[in-house]
């Protein structure tokens, strides 16, 4: 690697980026070991997003809606630590225009704020940015510009290592290997690359594939869509080798390096999604800029034509472009493809004997639930799970091979009269906003949860979360299956939960055998066959999503929580604008996440092991910015109990968060733990399954 001064964001202060050096890069973690200029020795380890080139961009890499660095602000050094320095922050580009002097110049806001957990409260903050030049401004690399050089360097001559000096036949060996073997087909071979983003695809979105919101110009316009998938199909009947990769793991972006520097063509699925998403855009400049490889860029997607005044459109400028966006004229542009096709790939056949194709059919068509099947969600912890120890997904295992949660599953599965849904079948990332939106879709279609109860299931905040959302908010009926070991988990939230409801479980922790196994099956399916008689009726679904004019307890910064009124809410991004009780002018927009009513919990909903929000610490007014008040946290119930001649019910807990994890610890009365605090001292912490199906029903999907 040749980088050597870059910016590279601190984890001590998220979201801000300062001066370093390169010393070396890790390729299989795509991490880099930097030298910060100031001199301080903590968080050196970043990752290939998390930094950005210290020189000027080109001219061309930079247009409205592009993300860039910029400076604002200088912060004083600290004698035996780090050296005084500028703070450069991420943004966006809203506007580009020319200067007195003739001189491009830009102007942008900060694409983070107090709810992503940067610091704005240092001197000299501002939301926007204004008159910045190119030089004022940094680009984050290109994870394929890194990617490919590392494979340019790993090709250089060196060594064999052992294990390829323990494969390689002797002279004599290599002599008697009679007959030779075919060479091996290269999967990697490749004519053209299509590149698109995934919820363009229709097909890619009715299979479940898009985990996060559906723009909604794409969902008014979908059936008028031209699939990139059905594209790529038809391409490939001209007798051509073409190539996609969604995969967005670190195995599929290398996959994509490897395809684009033996592709001969690319072609680029234009549109909106496509020209704002960091993925495609880092593809399509790979392409273009870096290989240089002849490029046929099509327009797809609902109609916009917005993404002309992004850096693609930038550098697509002048091009010829083929408009798919009308699929009743999609025939006609596949010819129009072909042709374009045809003249850099020869060998590619004519499209006019497959012009008559029916279109927008996956290979993989979407599996239809049969009129009698039934929809079965099943909810358990991995750490139950002997299947997950074996693919490597946990370091260990609580519970027996014959009361496994996915074997139960599999159990489940080959019945006609069940389609059970398992999240290793439906979550390809981790990522919260389409985890959570995947998993809710899938409780919500749902006529029956399987909730596999245990004491690791009942510690986990997203089973907890998964186990209340469906039995108090969507009223779905619940069959808890006992797995695991011992009874802690009846003393929890859950416990109390499956006892309050007079829900019977199948106990299947003392499984021995196929034998015991199966007989667990069959009373799950006979309580199934019972339970799907009931009137499951979505009428009576309650959620609590704070409505405009909600008083509520809301994040502002650094894991504290205050007293706040909701005055307006954004569907498309999920926040609430609120105004602080005590005044305060900053932070006010914040994640549907992190805003919680402020309304006293019930009885049935506060356990040992449930998440709270609690009272710490007063504060005292700042003249000009707020009036002072109370402090909430965040913490976790370790204990409840009943004071001597008292019915009154009492808890006591920690806190979740610490100093390492950005909260402030160091404020007046601060303390690791709380006690003797009464249910109308607690808020419920908010449940982002119940905030997001909420949200949506008050505000609208």
């Known amino acids: 690697m040749y980088i050597l001064q870059v910016l590279a964001m601190w984890i001590k202060s998220k979201w801000q980026y300062f001066h370093a050096t390169i010393l070396s890069f890790d390729a299989n973690n795509l991490q880099y070991y930097i030298m910060w200029d100031d001199q301080d020795p903590t968080g050196r380890t970043v990752d290939y997003f998390n930094l950005a080139l210290d020189r000027s961009p080109d001219v061309n890499n930079i247009a409205v809606g592009t993300k860039v660095l910029f400076h604002q602000a200088r912060y004083r050094g600290e004698e035996g630590v780090r050296l005084a320095g500028v703070r450069w922050h991420q943004g966006v580009i809203d506007r580009v225009y020319i200067g007195p002097s003739g001189e491009k110049l830009y102007d942008g806001h900060h694409t983070k704020g107090a709810a992503d957990g940067k610091w704005i409260t240092f001197k000299d903050y501002n939301y926007n940015f204004s008159g910045h030049s190119l030089d ?91 699939d990139p998938r059905a594209i790529l199909k038809d391409v490939e009947s001209m007798g051509v080798n073409i190539k996609s990769v969604d995969d967005l793991s670190e195995a599929g972006l290398q996959k994509t390096v490897s395809l684009l520097k033996k592709c001969k063509l690319f072609i680029a699925c234009v549109s909106d999604e496509y020209a704002s998403d960091d993925r495609c855009r880092m593809e399509f400049q790979y392409a273009k800029r870096t290989m240089k490889i002849p490029i046929i860029p099509i327009v797809v997607g609902a109609g916009s034509f917005d993404w002309q005044f992004t850096v693609v459109g930038l550098l ?76 490597r997904q946990i370091d260990s295992v609580t519970g027996s091979l014959y009361s496994d949660p996915r074997r139960i599953y599999e159990g489940l599965k080959d019945s006609d009269m069940l389609n059970v849904w398992l999240d290793i079948n439906h979550l390809k990332s981790a990522d919260d906003a389409g985890m959570f939106e995947k998993i809710v ?30 039995l108090k908010s969507l009223k779905k009926p619940v069959l808890p299956v006992i797995v695991g070991e011992g009874d802690d988990w009846m003393t929890t ?35 199934i066959k019972e339970m799907t008689g009931a ?9 609590h999503a704070p409505k405009l004019g909600d008083h509520v307890i809301c994040l502002h910064q650094n894991w504290a929580y205050f007293p706040a009124t909701v ?26 996440q992190d805003v919680c009513l402020d309304n006293i919990p019930q009885t049935d909903e506060v356990a040992v092991g449930s998440v709270v929000l609690f009272p710490q610490g007063g504060y005292s007014g700042t003249e000009g910015n707020n009036t002072g008040g109370v402090r909430y946290h965040q913490g976790i119930i370790d204990r409840t109990y009943k004071k001597a001649g008292s019915d009154i019910d009492y808890y006591a807990g920690h806190h979740t968060h610490g100093g390492d994890e950005g909260k402030w610890v160091t404020y007046k009365n601060y303390s690791y733990e709380f006690s003797d605090m009464s249910l109308s001292d607690l808020r419920m912490s908010a449940n982002a399954m119940d905030a997001l199906m909420a949200c949506q029903e008050v505000f609208g999907s």
Not at 341 to 364: F, R, Y
Not at 442 to 455: D, E, F, K, P, R
Not at 498 to 523: C, L, P, T, W, Y
Not at 535 to 543: A, Q, R
Request: proline share 6%; aromatic share 8%; charged share 20%.
């Open 567 to 592: 005055i307006s809410f954004d569907k498309n991004t999920m926040e609430y604008t609120v105004d602080w009780d005590d005044g305060d002018p900053t932070g006010r927009v914040t994640g549907y």
């Open 316 to 391: 697509l400028a002048g091009e010829l472009y083929i408009d798919f966006t009308n699929k009743d004229i999609y025939n006609d542009k596949l010819q129009e493809l072909s042709r374009s096709v045809q003249k850099h790939i020869p060998n590619a056949t004519d499209v006019t004997d497959i012009a008559d194709q029916p279109h927008l059919v996956s290979s993989s068509p979407v599996k239809k639930v049969k009129e009698n099947q039934t929809g079965i969600f099943l909810s358990y912890c991995w750490t139950n799970s002997n299947n997950a120890l074996q693919h």
């Open 441 to 470: 879709e899938g409780l919500n279609s749902a006529a029956v949860v399987i909730v596999c109860v245990s004491t690791e299931y009942a510690s986990s905040d997203n089973c907890r979360m998964e186990f209340q959302f469906a």
């Open 535 to 543: 009137d499951v009726s979505v009428e009576n679904k309650t959620y």
């Open 136 to 226: 004022d401004l940094r680009l984050t690399p290109n994870v394929f510009d890194i990617l490919g050089a590392q494979a340019v360097k790993s090709r250089s001559p060196s060594p064999p290592s052992v294990s390829h000096i323990a494969d390689t036949p002797s002279p004599s060996r290599a002599a008697e290997a009679k007959p030779l073997k075919p060479k091996p087909v290269d999967p990697d071979a490749c004519d053209i690359y299509l590149s698109y983003h995934l919820v363009n695809s229709p097909v890619a979105i009715n299979n479940g594939e898009w985990n996060s919101t559906i723009p909604d110009n794409v969902q008014t316009n979908m059936h008028k869509m031209s």
């Open 493 to 527: 939230v859950v416990g109390m939960l499956v006892a309050g409801h007079n829900i019977e479980a199948v106990d299947m922790r003392d499984n021995q055998s196929e034998e015991d196994f199966n007989k667990g099956i069959q009373k799950i399916k006979a309580f």
